[in-house]
């Protein structure tokens, strides 16, 4: 039988209001006991309100690791007086997926981004029960500065990326990698995510240079070599750009879940008519893929393009 696991989804009010038209699809398909939301007493009620109280849950994010925490050390390492919110939220919402392993109980719990809609059912073990990594392809040099100095000799492992959109934790290996971090008196400071924000240059912190995703995938690859299986994770993020949240169909969800198995509405999206009719008119439908659009689209296009 499965592994029983939760899933986690950290986010914001307004993130949650963008994309929750379509979160009985999260209840659907997910492959999770229960969907616990992590965010502010908005976002509680908000689930409360929406979602079915037998398949989801709520857990305030400050009874978890409380933000002017996180927002004291990043003042400390500035010098500033004030932080942008979106700054410390960057690292905060890291900090509350990993410092959930100290209190789950189960073996594993996933995260998943909750700008993202799965496509269809899928699962996140083999069938000889091993645990999936699912990967895709990103490179953030930032984030492997960071991850070097909390753990000299680590270095990118793999040719793509543990960053998907989700990860499946194991708890004993996620707490075993923050005490390790912890546990080492050559990084200054006292909690796991003190020492991580202090290993960040303080001229860098205002951009994205750390990663969860790609230290604990790093982590496994060092110390646990053989314990998960990796798997190519086909998944739309830019569909955002081609598709409204408060408009897609299942139709769409359909005929995009034969190529991907979950599509993304990042708050940056910029839609227009045209971009839309891309991937909506029904002669293109009917001659090509959503695949085939894609790459159609991508040749045109520059910067971070989906891979098969």
């Known amino acids: ?29 997910l492959p999770a006991e229960r969907i616990i939301f992590i965010g502010s007493e908005e976002v509680g009620e908000r ?81 000889d029960g091993m645990p999936y990594f699912d990967l895709k392809q990103e490179y953030q040099e930032k984030y492997f500065v960071t991850l070097a ?68 995938g790093t982590y496994i690859c060092f110390r646990h070599l053989g314990s998960y299986k990796m798997r190519d994770w086909h998944s739309f993020r830019y569909c955002g750009n081609f598709f409204d949240p408060d408009t897609i169909t299942e139709e769409d969800f359909l005929w995009l879940g034969k190529d991907f198995e979950a599509v993304s509405f990042e708050k940056r999206a910029t839609r227009t008519p045209e971009s839309m009719a891309i991937f909506s008119k029904k002669e293109y439908r009917e001659k090509l893929s959503a695949r085939q659009i894609l790459e159609i689209v991508q040749e045109e296009s520059e910067g971070y393009k989906e891979e098969w």
């Open 47 to 127: 689930v409360s309100r929406d979602l079915p109280a037998e398949k989801t849950g709520f857990l305030n994010e400050n009874d978890l690791l409380p933000f002017a925490d996180v927002e004291a050390v990043l003042k400390e390492r500035t010098g500033a007086d004030e932080i942008p919110r979106g700054m410390t939220g960057w690292y905060y919402q890291q900090f509350l997926k990993m410092t959930y392993a100290l209190r789950c109980e189960d073996e594993y719990y996933m995260t998943w981004d909750g700008d993202t809609i799965p496509c269809h059912n899928f699962s996140m073990f083999a069938d």
């Open 149 to 216: 100095r909390l753990f000299p000799g680590m270095g990118k492992c793999i040719p793509k990326s543990f960053i998907s959109e989700h990860m499946l934790f194991k708890v004993d290996f996620m707490r075993e990698l923050m005490a390790a971090i912890e546990n080492n008196p050559a990084l200054p400071g006292e909690r796991y995510y003190e020492k991580i924000l202090r290993q960040i240059d303080p001229d860098q912190l205002i951009y994205p240079s750390f990663s969860e995703f790609e230290t604990y």
């Open 1 to 29: 039988m499965e592994q029983k696991f939760d899933a986690l989804i950290v986010i914001t009010p307004a993130d949650y209001d963008r994309v929750s038209r379509n979160y009985n699809r999260l209840v659907k398909y």
